[in-house]
């Protein structure tokens, strides 16, 4: 699972300008941050990138009781 909607929305993004920075369809970037389908590692950096944060504030750690909180 991915953080990509969470940061967005912090950094006030529509999902429109990332897909068109990636190069990406706005489907393709929807199912990314919704979570229906997860980005290649290659693309979650270019993301991590984009956005100006590190490829792990993008993931949610599995094993993390609080899952609102970014990858340590």
């Known amino acids: 699972m991915n953080r990509i909607k969470e940061v967005l929305e912090e ?5 429109t300008w990332l897909a068109e920075k990636l190069g990406k369809s706005y489907n393709m ?9 997860q ?20 993931l949610i750690d599995q ?5 609102n909180t970014a990858a340590n």
């Open 11 to 15: 950094k006030g993004i529509k999902q």
């Open 29 to 37: 970037v929807n199912s990314y941050v919704q979570n229906r389908q």
């Open 39 to 58: 980005p290649r590692l290659e693309v979650l950096f270019e993301i991590a990138k984009i956005l100006g944060v590190s490829a792990k504030d993008l």
């Open 63 to 67: 094993n993390d009781p609080n899952p």
